[in-house]
């Protein structure tokens, strides 16, 4: 069973600080990861993309990709209250285009 | 670019009747696209995967016959769900792969069954 697991949170930090959300995934083979932000009621928007291991930075976000020990993180180095949001992780299913996505992470950056 | 309009984005509709959304890549061509359900409070849950010329594929526990897809165009898919219940009031969305690896995801249709 291919899975894709997240902790639901809310995880919640105050303005400026560190904020890092995790996600493992069941599959060994997978290559393909991504982090959508979905704001409540609305549809999901892609902020970042990794397909190799290590970190990817794209302004304030950091994608961090561990093929080992099967996890990938997304880190806020300077928390806004603009990025309070549901953070979904994806995973691209090897050999296919299909994603399994995880419950999603809630953060909430308190002013 | 990558932009994915849907339509309607909200329906209310009686029970026993029949709904369709379109899905559109408006500036790219997508020879897939992906419908999802959202309830509240839960992750995107995939249904099907349409495919431009061919027939979709339904993920387990997908009823065919009740939610119809069509992907007549590179840019266009359509979800029907017919004979609408209660049951089915959710949160639809579509998504368009770009190249390879990359999908993106339309506005959403919020579905509301009487």
């Known amino acids: 069973q291919k899975e894709v697991e997240q902790n639901s949170g809310p995880l919640s930090v105050p303005e400026g600080a560190i904020a890092s959300l995790n996600c493992t995934y069941s599959?060994?083979?997978?290559?393909?990861f991504f982090w959508y932000r979905q704001y409540s009621g609305k549809s999901p928007e892609l902020i970042m993309s990794?397909?190799?291991?290590g970190d990817k930075e794209d302004g304030r976000f950091t994608a961090q990709l561990n093929i080992a020990s099967q996890y990938v993180s997304l880190l806020f180095s300077d928390s806004q209250p603009s990025v309070s949001a549901t953070y979904l992780c994806?995973?691209?299913?090897?050999?296919?285009?299909?994603?399994?996505f995880g419950t999603g992470t809630r953060l909430k950056v308190l002013a | 670019g990558a932009v994915v309009s849907q339509h309607p984005s909200w329906v209310i509709c009686k029970s026993g009747t029949s709904v369709k959304i379109e899905c559109r890549s408006l500036?790219?061509?997508?020879?897939?696209m992906f419908w999802y359900r959202q309830f509240p409070k839960q992750s995107l849950m995939l249904m099907a995967t349409?495919?431009?010329?061919?027939?979709?594929?339904?993920e387990q526990g997908v009823e065919k016959d009740k939610f119809l897809i069509n992907h007549a165009s590179l840019t266009l898919s359509t979800l029907t769900v017919t004979s609408a219940h209660p049951e089915d009031s959710s949160f639809y969305i579509c998504?368009?792969?770009?190249?390879?690896?990359?999908?993106?995801f339309g506005p959403g249709t919020r579905l509301l069954v009487l």
């Open positions: 994806a995973v691209k299913f090897p050999g296919t285009y299909k994603y399994i």
């Open positions: 990794i397909y190799s291991n």
């Open positions: 998504s368009a792969r770009e190249g390879e690896e990359t999908q993106y």
């Open positions: 349409s495919n431009e010329g061919s027939k979709a594929t339904y």
């Open positions: 599959d060994r083979g997978s290559q393909s």
């Open positions: 500036d790219f061509q997508a020879t897939t």
